[in-house]
C-alpha cells in the first residue's frame, strides 16, 4: 500500500512510545568525545536527573540495553546459584523475569494470583511469615504489569514484608510506571528499582538503569553468579562514565532532553496527566462493553487499574490479533497485543509518556473505527464517554 499521506504512525503502543520533537532535535548532533567535559556534563546531569525520577539519593547504574538487561543485571549482581526468590505472579513480565532468574540458576517460587487481580499484601505477610529460616533472599515485583494494565501497591507490599520482619531484599520492576505513575524508591524501602528508556521516559529503546539501595550494593558484595558487563563492581571503578564498553552518547542527548521536559512539566502534573488520560480510556471501554458483549477491562481490581496502559479482552470469538491488524494496517494506529496466553484475546492501549487529549480522543475514536470495521460488538458512544470524563477537569 502507498502510504503518502497517510500522516505518521499513531502510537499507542505500550512501549516504545512517541518520542517528543524535542527529545529528536536534541539528539540530531555530532559526536562528543564520551571523556570529555562537554559530555561528562551531561551524563551527569543525566544520572542526577534519573535519581530524581526514581526519588532516590542512592545508587544508579545505567546499561546499553533493553529492560531486559537491567532485570538480568539485578539477579546477576545480588545473587549466588541455588538462591530462593520470591516473585509475586502479575502476568506475562512476571513470569518472563521468574524465566530469566530460572534460567540464571536461581530457586524461583511463585506467589500466585489471578491476573486480573493481582497478589493480596495479606498473602505475602503470610509466606514471609512462614519463612522462619528466611530462605527468601528476594521479593520481586513488577509496579505495572504492561500485559494487563494493573499497577501493584508497591508500598503495601513494602508494609507487608515490614509486619512480616523479614529482611529479603526488594526488586521492583518500575519499566512501565516510571514518569507514569507516582514511585518513590527510597521512601518505599525498593533495593532495587529496574527502568527503561522507551515508555514513561520518551527516548528511543536501548537503555536501561537499576537504581540500587546500599543495602543492595553491599549484598553484591558476596554475591556469586557469574556477571561482567552488568557488574556494579566494576562499573563503578570505570569513573567517570561508570559504564562498560562505549557510552552511547546520543541516547544521554535524548535522556537530558527528556528529563529537562520532564522538569519542567513536573512529576505530580505528569501523573495527573496520565491519570486523566487514563480515566477517559477507561470510560470508553465501560461504554464499549455496556451491553455486556463488547471488549471488557482485563483488569478487575478497581483499585489497580493502571494509568499507563490500559488492557481489553475480546468478546468470545473475536480475535484481538484480527481487531489490531485491521488498526494498523488501515488505519494506521499501532496497538498492544495480548501476550503470552492472552494472545488474540487481548488488545492494549498504552497511554503512557508524550500524549494529550486530542492524541487520545483521535485513538479511541479509531479503535471504534476497526471495532467497526471487525465486525466486534461494543456499545456505541465511547469517544462521548472519554470526552465527557475529560471536560472540565
Ligand atoms: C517493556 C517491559 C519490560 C521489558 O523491557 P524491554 O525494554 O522490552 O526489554 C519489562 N517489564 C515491563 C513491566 C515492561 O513494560
Known sequence: MNRNGRGRQFFFNPGPTNIPDRVLRAMDRATLDFLSEEFLEIHSACHEGLKRVL???????????????????????????????????????????????????????????????GVAPADLEQRLVADKGHAIRAVLVVHNETATGLANPVAEFRHAIDRAGHPALYLVDTISSLGCFDFRMDEWGVDVAVGGSQKGLMIPTGLSFSGVSEKALAASRTAKLPRHYWDWEMMQARAPQRFCGTTPVHLFFGLAESLRMIEEEGLD???????????????????????????????????????????????????????????????????????????????????????????????????????KESNVPHGPGGVEAAIAALANR
Open 55 to 117: 526519588k532516590t539519593r542512592q545508587h544508579l547504574f545505567v546499561y546499553a540495553a533493553t529492560g531486559h538487561g537491567a532485570w538480568e543485571a539485578g539477579l546477576v549482581n545480588l545473587f549466588s546459584p541455588g538462591e530462593r526468590l520470591l516473585i509475586l505472579e502479575s502476568g506475562y513480565f512476571s513470569e518472563d523475569w521468574a524465566l530469566m532468574a530460572r534460567r540464571l540458576g536461581l530457586d524461583v517460587e511463585v506467589l500466585k494470583a489471578d491476573w486480573r487481580v
Open 269 to 371: 502534573a505528569i501523573f495527573r496527566r496520565h491519570a486523566r488520560l487514563a480515566r477517559a480510556t477507561r470510560e470508553a471501554a465501560r461504554v464499549w462493553h455496556a451491553n455486556g458483549s463488547g471488549p471488557e477491562l482485563f483488569c478487575r481490581a478497581p483499585q489497580r487499574l493502571s494509568d499507563s496502559v490500559t488492557a481489553l479482552i475480546m468478546p468470545e470469538g473475536h480475535d484481538a490479533e484480527t481487531f489490531r491488524r485491521t488498526a494498523i494496517n488501515r488505519f494506521n494506529l499501532s496497538l498492544g497485543g495480548g501476550l503470552g496466553p492472552l494472545l488474540g484475546r487481548v488488545f492494549r492501549i498504552g497511554h503512557m509518556g508524550e500524549l494529550n487529549e486530542p492524541m487520545l480522543l483521535g485513538a479511541l475514536a479509531t479503535v471504534e473505527l476497526a471495532l
